[in-house]
């Protein structure tokens, strides 16, 4: 398995900025844009990113994001699942600093782990001397993700470090709508809310949800109101 197959595999449809409610989080969305725009030049600037945050802050949405802008640059990148790294090798690391992005995600989950860590770090380190681009992700601050290289930690802290924030109730609300525009539906506040009041709060809940609703509309012929919502049980 090599790292494109790894890009062809997770990039979802729905991860792109465009598709992505910044409230507290547009700094990040704003530097990642400018950063990708950089990829693959001669350009100055921050060639390390680290974004950290619960579950459901967007991680994995703008790491993807990041990808498919890249894409449709010209440039070729990669993404990593890491979480998924007990389904391949290391080797899925091997000439990856020939690619202008690379995204690591769930970088948490390879703690401890004696073979992960130094390949990771290794990678980082190529990266650096190719003047390539690493954005990657994880549970919590490079300093407290329990990995046991230490020079590990410094370097994916090397550049900017940013966390991302939970949306609130509002927000959440508008993230629903947004994402509901970008898929051509309309869903008006008043069906948001219901969702919101009725549903798991977490937006990977929400945003299942609405595929759902998308699928059975689309099926149905029907208007998204409430009583629609209420009878997909």
Known sequence: MNAQLALNLQLKDSSSFDNFLPARNREVMDHLRAAVEAAGG????????????????GKSHLLQAAC?????????????????????STAILE???HVPLVCLDDVDRIAGDVVWEPAVFNLCER???A????????????????????ELATRLGWGPVYQLHALNDA????????????????????????????????LRSLFDLLE??????LASQRRITIPFIRGLG
């Open 131 to 150: 003047r390539g681009t690493v954005i990657a992700a994880g549970a919590a601050n490079p300093k407290h993700l329990g990995l046991r290289m230490p």
């Open 171 to 202: 927000e959440k609300l508008a993230a629903i709508r947004l994402r509901a525009r970008n898929r051509g539906l309309e869903i008006t506040e008043e069906v948001s809310r219901y969702i919101l009041d009725r549903y798991p709060r977490d």
């Open 95 to 97: 000439d990856v600093e």
């Open 42 to 57: 001669n350009a100055g600037g921050e060639r390390m990113f680290f974004l950290w945050g619960e579950p459901g802050t």
């Open 68 to 88: 498919r802008q890249a894409q449709e640059h010209g440039v070729a990148p990669v993404y990593i699942p890491l979480a998924n790294s007990t389904e391949f």
């Open 212 to 217: 759902r609703i998308d699928r059975a509309s």
């Open 127 to 129: 990266q650096r001397e």
